[in-house]
């Protein structure tokens, strides 16, 4: 997904942004890998909430939402959780 500016195009009602996956651990198989999915949701007052939702595959995940005042902040959030993730091992 290309950088984000000031001008971008506020994302669709429920759109995933980003799904990530980490290498498995100790050499075990994709179905323990730990992974991320980054989901921006649209509220009716004109803010946008980002959606993390993370554990390992197949298992019960976590999920947190963090409310942003606009969809560009939020874009924002999300590209720099990306590069984050990125950075500890995440693909």
Known sequence: MPA?????????PGYIAHELRAAPPGGRG???APALRLTLQLDLFGGCDL?????????ASTVR???????????VAVEAKRRDKEKRGYA
């Open 4 to 12: 984000t500016s000031t001008s971008a195009k506020p994302p669709s």
């Open 30 to 32: 994709a179905e323990h």
């Open 51 to 59: 959606m993390r939702e993370w554990g390992r595959i197949s298992r």
């Open 65 to 75: 939402r963090d409310h942003y005042p606009s969809p560009v902040e939020a874009q």
